[in-house]
């Protein structure tokens, strides 16, 4: 039953645009000027959603990522030269295939899906009460400036499966709103429990520096499914320990 209402949340439309008016919908990016569509690099292959894909296949693969190097070298290359900058200049000259190989890193959780991330790294044990995990480091990137958000995650369970592996969390262009309700859904196809509670609390680049350019402005969202959503003592006892 919880999988189902997990399948039904992850169906609900995001909201036409975020909190800084950008649109969540973007048009598919358009080949460079002078070269065809046949010339750009791959790109993954279409899905559902960012969390479908990231849950079923691997849209991306390291050939993937040898084939399309050079080209996105190639991009970073235009984009220094458009800013005023000569990719020629010594200080300069590898920082393209740099940039190119740090974006693919960046964005790995394109070559995994979650059964690679758990590792089977879950374990029967008589425990039916809540197991809360803090302060777990998060790294992701904004997919409105392609900079990064970072932060901390909590999630909480109640379940008889213990899993100690914290890597539930991809790297990929994403919205904190959107990775949440990818964290709870992930952990709650992957233990099915009562309940999941998700908090992310993050600091955007994106709002740090450019936009209102506030140094200590963080943003916190949550999810909650099942038991956790539905009854308010189990709800508020989430709250009340992660705030201890």
């Not at 197991?131 to 970072?150: A, Q, R, T």
């Not at 890597?167 to 952990?187: D, H």
Request: hydrophobic share 40%; net charge negative; charged share 25%.
């Amino acid at each position: 039953m919880e999988k189902v209402k997990a399948r039904a949340l992850l169906e609900q439309p995001l909201r036409a645009a975020s909190y800084n008016g950008y649109a969540l919908a973007e048009k598919p990016p358009q080949a460079l000027p002078g070269r065809s569509s046949a010339d750009a690099p791959r790109c993954p292959k279409a899905a559902a959603s960012s969390f479908e894909s990231w849950r079923e296949e691997r849209t991306r693969s390291e050939e993937d990522n040898e084939m399309n190097l050079p080209g996105l070298a190639a991009a970073y290359s235009t984009i220094l030269r458009a800013l005023g900058e000569d990719p020629e200049r010594q200080g300069l000259l590898k920082t393209p295939w740099r940039a190119a190989t740090a974006m693919q890193f960046f964005t790995k959780g394109y070559q995994e899906t979650i059964t690679d991330v758990l590792n089977d790294a879950i374990f029967d044990e008589d425990h039916d009460e809540m197991v809360i995990v803090k302060d777990i480091d998060m790294f992701s990137m904004c997919e409105h400036h392609l900079v990064p958000f970072v932060g901390k995650v909590i999630f909480d369970f109640r379940s008889p499966f213990l899993s100690l592996s914290p890597a539930l969390f991809s790297f990929l262009a994403a919205v904190q709103e959107r990775l949440t309700k990818q964290i709870a859904i992930a952990i709650t196809e992957a233990l099915q429990p009562a309940g999941v509670g998700v908090v992310v609390e993050a600091t955007h680049m994106c709002m740090v520096m450019r936009g209102v350019q506030k140094m200590n402005s963080k943003t916190v969202t949550s999810t909650m499914l099942g038991v956790f959503r539905e009854d308010p003592k189990t709800r508020e006892e989430f709250l009340t320990l992660i705030r201890s």
